[in-house]
């Protein structure tokens, strides 16, 4: 902690020491409990459920001159006791999570370089991951174009490798080697507004043969489309992919599909109310195709779709049966106060095979409930709750571990300081 104030107080002085247009220091801390008994997967009889806190706590430091920005966030990512209370250290100790400078070469055109966060529209394909305590970031390189007046064009570049070396070396970090990607946005109007993504995604894998590492490349693409006017709210996307995946030690062939709508309208100036359907191609288990059909979010904010629970497309699902899901969003917002109630029904897209019984399972997976309740008590300090609930059925306990029955629920609670400790504008 001492290094991180002392690299706060080095940065703050050098930025006052050249002709800023602006600076800013701020912080968050950010501590969540958590009851789990059946996220992520059914809970069984023989296991008692989790209780934990786990702390977020980031220092950020934004510099802002006429040519370029430079932007810090600095965080440790913790579990309340994961150390021994004489300990020296840290058990993660102190990282990055942000670290990029941005030159403007015009008005129209700009390079961002370093690691950074990544996130479009609606954080289906690309997103910061904000639940995570750690978040998400790349190490990237970002060329922006203004190609409009209501337009934007922005080309992403990233090259990973697991350090210096003379030759070259097999990459183990268990995420893409290499990736390119495009990102186009314009507005129509004040209501309809377009976006595009192209996305080149390089995956290794390790051959049976001199377990020598290969890259497979597949392709995302697609648009969305939404529309917003007075009490109405539309949003509507789809996604292809195709080109190769890794499966074992080999590629295959992957086609996959995505599509979504959703509405929301308010009813009053609280309430508003919604419905959404989100289809995600997937595999039949009873196929003998070697081709791979599950459509891959790969570095979206999986969290914030297909229920809070995580039972889809966080750290699993990735090459399972799809899914189908019908959601009804009811938000309610006032002064301080907002509540969030959204009913998940979910179903596989692909078919699930009941080995037991020797048939096709129902495609039916479960309704999911989540709730969340916020409270600003502050303009640096927010409060939320949620609760959720699985009512599972045996489908679901046939792709999860973990009994159907028994009763898979999951709580939390979160308090969010975000303390602006200094901010000057040197010009003023």
Do not use: C
């Amino acid at each position: 902690m001492k290094n991180l104030i002392f690299l706060t107080m080095i940065l703050a002085m050098f930025a006052m020491s050249l002709t800023a247009q602006e600076i800013g220091i701020s912080g968050e801390l950010r501590p969540r409990y958590e009851y789990r008994h059946g996220y992520k997967t059914l809970a069984s009889p023989n296991k008692d459920a989790a209780n934990f806190i786990s702390q977020r706590t980031r220092l950020n430091v934004d510099y802002k001159s006429g040519k370029f920005n430079v932007f810090f966030a600095i965080q440790n990512v913790s579990v309340w006791g994961d150390i021994n209370t004489l300990s020296p250290s840290s058990k993660n100790g102190i990282a990055f999570h942000e670290a990029w400078a941005e030159y403007f070469f015009n008005d129209k055109f700009s390079m961002k370089l370093g690691r950074q966060e990544i996130s479009y529209d609606d954080q289906r394909i690309f997103g910061s991951v904000g639940w995570a305590q750690q978040a998400r970031s790349h190490d990237a390189m970002l060329l922006k174009f203004k190609t409009g007046e209501k337009g934007k064009l922005y080309i992403g570049i990233a090259m990973n490798a697991n350090g210096e070396s003379l030759f070259e070396t097999d990459y183990d970090v268990n995420q893409y080697k290499n990736l390119q990607y495009a990102w186009y946005h314009t507005n129509f109007s004040e209501a309809f507004g377009l976006s595009a993504l192209f996305l080149n995604n390089g995956m290794q894998y390790k051959t049976s043969e001199n377990d020598d590492r290969k890259n497979a490349y597949s392709q995302t693409m697609g648009a969305r489309l939404t529309y917003k006017k007075d009490k109405l709210n539309i949003d509507g996307a789809s996604y292809f992919q195709t080109g190769n995946t890794p499966e074992g030690n080999d590629k295959v062939d992957l086609s996959a599909y995505y599509f979504t709508v959703n509405a929301k309208f308010k009813i009053t100036d609280q309430f508003t109310a919604g419905a959404g359907i989100e289809v995600l191609s997937g595999n039949d288990q009873t196929s003998t195709s070697t081709k791979d059909k599950a459509f891959k979010p790969f570095y979206g904010t999986n969290h914030k779709f297909n229920g809070w629970m995580d039972y889809f497309y966080v750290g699993s699902h990735m090459k399972s049966v799809g899914l189908t899901d019908i959601n009804i969003p009811l938000i309610y917002k006032k002064d301080k106060f907002s509540a969030i109630l959204i009913p998940h029904f979910f179903s596989a897209q692909g078919k699930v095979y009941d080995q037991i019984n020797r048939k096709d399972a129902d495609a039916y997976l479960g309704t999911e409930i989540d709730l969340a309740l916020g409270y600003k008590a502050h303009k640096s300090v927010m409060f939320n709750v949620g609760y959720s609930h699985m009512f599972a059925t045996d489908t679901m306990a046939l792709l999860k571990v973990g009994d159907a029955d028994e009763t898979n629920n999951w709580a939390w609670v979160m308090v969010t300081f975000k303390p602006n400790f200094f901010q000057h504008n040197f010009k003023k």
